[in-house]
Structure formats: C-alpha cells, structure tokens
C-alpha cells in the first residue's frame, strides 16, 4: 500500500515556500506532478487570483482560509496520495486543523520549513521577493509571530 502524505508548508512571505512545493513537484516525474498541481495542490493565495492578476483583499481573507482548508479536506477524503499545503502557517493555530484532518484520514505529515524566519536577513530577502508587496514591516510583525 502505498504511504499518503501531506505535506504542509511554513515561512514568511517571499521564503521560497511556492518555489520549494515547486521544486518538490516537478522531482515527482511528469503525470504526478500535473495530477498534485490539479488535484493536491492548495494555497490560500489561488482564491485571490482575478484574471490572472493577484489583488489581496483583507476582508477576505477569512472566507478564502476557510474555502482552502474545505479543498484540502476534500482532496484528503478523495485519497489523493499526496497533498499539499502552501500557506505561511506562521503559528500553530493556523495549520492544525489541516494537520489534524491529515492524520484522522491515514496520512502521514511533514511540516517544511522555508527559511529562518527570525533571521534579519532573511527578513530583508523575503520583504525584497514576496510577490505580493508584503512590506519588512509587515514580515518583521509575521516574524515575532512565529511559532517552532
């Protein structure tokens, strides 16, 4: 039988967590990779997608968290053999329902940390790279936030 894996995501906007899933994809040959990007791949950012152009919107941000935790769940209830969660999950609150709903359904889970999120340097490359125009500010407050 083969093992079932989730594999959930950590790190501060502009870390490489989405080049990381990427990477991670792409080494599991051609069919895996376009059936996890289908089928197994869920990130909270997807849902603020319009027209191709990404537009945050906070009042949102709530109901796009809870439509992704509803999509993975769904995907763990269909026994995709490996899903993917690509959030920040800066604390523990935010990732353990994803993490418990993993485990009730037989799959193994791996936690992937991108990164040293209270690194001061790696604070200024992720504020310098996130797609999303999060300022060091923004990702200094996200930093004190982190939980190991």
């Known amino acids: 039988m083969q093992t079932k894996l989730v594999i959930i995501m950590r790190g501060l906007p502009g870390s490489g967590k989405s080049y990381w899933v990427e990477q991670f994809i792409v080494s599991q040959g051609v069919e895996q990779a376009i059936h996890i990007r289908q089928y197994g791949l869920f990130s909270t950012d997807s849902y603020f997608y319009q027209q191709g152009k990404y537009r945050f919107i906070p009042q949102k941000l709530a109901q796009y968290h809870q439509?992704?935790?509803?999509?993975?769940?769904?995907a763990l209830a269909r026994n995709e053999p490996m899903v993917i969660c690509d959030n920040t999950n800066i604390a523990k609150w935010e990732f353990m329902a994803y993490e418990a709903a993993a485990k009730a359904l037989g799959y193994k889970v791996n936690l992937v940390l991108v990164g040293h999120p209270n690194d001061d340097k790696h604070q200024q490359l992720c504020a310098q790279r996130n797609q999303h125009q999060v300022s060091l500010v923004h990702i200094k407050k996200m930093a004190k936030l982190f939980e190991q």
Do not use: E
């Open 67 to 74: 439509a992704n935790l509803t999509a993975f769940i769904q």
